[in-house]
């Protein structure tokens, strides 16, 4: 997957309000690692509807950071795990990966 994680979505809805941004910016960097961790255990104990939640909740976090393919694969993952399916683990773990780089240069 060749997309890459920007703030485009963020500056649109900001208006130019560089407080808001680094706001957002913000709720994203602290919010997304502690999601990423329950999710993890969720899909341990073999939770799926947690994580199913959890992915949920990730998805506008894809969304925010302009991942327009990969909030797909997260709309799919999710109701996947809804099924108890993990087709999709390994590419949404990817975004996941792609995602905690990208707020951590901030």
Known sequence: MTEKPNLKYIKEISGGD???EEKMLEIVKNELP???KSYETFLKEQ???Q???IV???KHKISTLGLEK???VAIDYE???KKKITK???QFDTILKVMVNFINQY
């Open 34 to 36: 502690e999601e990423i």
């Open 56 to 58: 949920h909740k990730i």
């Open 51 to 53: 994580a199913a939640e």
């Open 88 to 90: 999709s683990k390994t």
């Open 47 to 49: 939770n799926f509807k």
């Open 70 to 72: 990969s909030y797909q």
């Open 79 to 81: 109701e996947e795990l």
């Open 18 to 20: 560089l407080i808001f």
